[in-house]
T-cell receptor
Framework: GAVVSQHPSWVICKSGTSVKIECRSL??????MFWYRQFPKQSLMLMAT?????????EQGVEKDKFLINHASLTLSTLTVTSAHPEDSSFYIC????????????FGSGTRLTVV | GQQVMQIPQYQHVQEGEDFTTYCNSS?????IQWYKQRPGGHPVFLIQ?????EVKKQKRLTFQFGEAKKNSSLHITATQTTDVGTYVC?????????FGKGTLLTVNP
């Protein structure tokens, strides 16, 4: 149980274009999902907290107009990287947590974005 | 803001040797979670510690939460090649985790 599916697993796009990444909780409802970014040999950095039916909460330094988050249902959150630039190339990963105590967070398989 | 430091950054051991990674937070944590991340993969949840001084075991893995709830350790006894990966700790509130950079463990067979 507690499966999170993330799509696509990798994407290459041209500078200036937008990329949408989907995160789905397959067997549970997630009112809250989290989006992280990880650069090579760096730690997971929380970008934003996605809240179903309301605006996402962004971490300091993360541009909300550049990283658009939509959490329209209890099982789907999307992250759109708008007007992507090469410096946005990174590993983006989402996570969600079931309400069961002690289960921890379930992570999606991640999306490797390369902007050329 | 909250910072979580993890040491060492890298550890290379011979198969059969023990391994320990340490996690230290700048603030008191409500809980700490440990994950294993294989190269190019995503973190996989291992365990959560909540109580001060708590110790939990999973086969050859022993997890400990400090009395002050600001540090934690993961100890692997008699490492195997399947233990290879990055062990990452995450601390914080129930709804927000701050992750350490992780300790990359490599095992020489």
């Amino acid at each position: 149980g507690a499966v999170v599916s993330q799509h696509p697993s990798w994407v290459i796009c041209k500078s200036g274009t937008s990329v949408k990444i989907e995160c789905r909780s397959l067997d549970f409802q997630a009112t809250t999902m989290f989006w992280y970014r990880q650069f090579p040999k760096q730690s997971l950095m929380l970008m934003a907290t996605s809240n179903e039916g309301s605006k996402a909460t962004y971490e300091q330094g993360v541009e909300k107009d550049k990283f658009l988050i939509n959490h329209a249902s209890l099982t789907l959150s999307t992250l759109t990287v708008t007007s992507a630039h090469p410096e946005d190339s990174s590993f983006y990963i989402c996570s969600a947590r079931r309400n069961d105590r002690g289960r921890g967070y379930t992570f999606g398989s991640g999306t490797r974005l390369t902007v050329v | 803001g909250q910072q979580v430091m993890q040491i060492p950054q890298y550890q290379h051991v011979q198969e059969g040797e023990d391994f320990t990674t340490y996690c230290n937070s700048s603030t008191t944590l409500s809980n700490i979670q440990w994950y294993k991340q294989r190269p190019g993969g995503h973190p996989v949840f291992l365990i959560q510690l909540v109580k001060s001084g708590e110790v939990k075991k999973q086969k050859r893995l022993t997890f400990q939460f400090g009395e002050a709830k600001k540090n934690s350790s993961l100890h692997i006894t008699a490492t195997q090649t399947t233990d290879v990966g990055t062990y990452v700790c995450g601390g914080g509130s129930n709804y927000k985790l701050t992750f350490g950079k992780g300790t990359l463990l490599t095992v020489n067979p």
